[in-house]
């Protein structure tokens, strides 16, 4: 059972390159989100989506956009990198919102030099 | 200003003791409550949850308390192993958090054998 799956587990990206953070699960699950880790601030909500074709910000989402692909993926994208995104990203889903156990993928650590 | 709050940042316990992980929250809307674990260089995993309509849920070695007047919440791992070495952090949602999990900083816990 593959999960939740993110793409790529490792980034160094330049201050203003652009990426794709991709992220697929495979447990029909209709809410996923998008979440980064910082030391000693826990993770902190940057984007979710409550259901195919939503999509809501959450409490980071300065410098970032997503889009719901369809119910399996759901994207984020950093338009022009800046070393304050340094962080790990983690995808996760649940089957209809926060309540229920999210399942997370296994995070993208991302530095921005 | 962070609404989960978890004050140790981390904890050492011997082989076979009670660990205790503390959470406090200050939005008195929250009314659902989760643990996860994390180990190095993978995504968290749910562990636990309890209602705000309980003060206590138990799963096995893993019971959680919820003291809501004083806002505070706990995780009791009796008897601690060393596989429970990890970093466990609190969540709350609820209220005006609608859709929107909020993560304490984490307490990273180390059982010594």
């Known amino acids: 059972n593959a999960g939740v799956t993110q793409t790529p587990k490792f980034q160094v990206l330049k201050t203003g390159q652009s990426m794709t953070l991709q992220c697929a699960q495979d447990?029909?699950?209709?809410?996923m989100y998008w979440y980064r880790q910082d030391p000693g601030m826990g993770l902190r909500l940057i984007y979710y989506s409550a259901s195919e074709g939503t999509t809501d910000k959450g409490e980071v989402p300065n410098g970032y956009n997503v889009s719901r692909l369809n119910k399996r993926e759901f994207s984020l994208r950093l338009e022009s990198a800046a070393p304050s995104q340094t962080s790990v990203y983690f995808c996760a889903s649940s089957e209809y919102g926060p309540n229920e156990k999210l399942f997370f993928g296994s995070g993208t650590q991302l530095s921005v030099l | 200003d962070q609404q989960v709050k978890q004050n140790s940042p981390s904890l050492s316990v011997q082989e076979g003791r009670i660990s205790i992980l503390n959470c406090d929250y200050t939005n008195s809307m929250f009314d659902y409550f989760l643990w996860y674990k994390k180990y190095p260089a993978e995504g968290p995993t749910f562990l636990i949850s309890i209602s705000s309509i309980k003060d206590k849920n138990e799963d096995g070695r893993f019971t959680v308390f919820l003291n809501k007047s004083a806002k505070h919440l706990s995780l009791h791992i009796v008897p601690s192993q060393p596989g429970d070495s990890a970093v466990y952090f609190c969540?709350?949602?609820?209220?005006?958090?609608?859709?929107?999990?909020?993560f304490g900083g984490g307490t990273r816990l180390m059982v010594k054998p």
């Open positions: 447990m029909n699950h209709n809410s």
């Open positions: 969540a709350a949602s609820g209220g005006n958090a609608g859709n929107m999990l909020t």
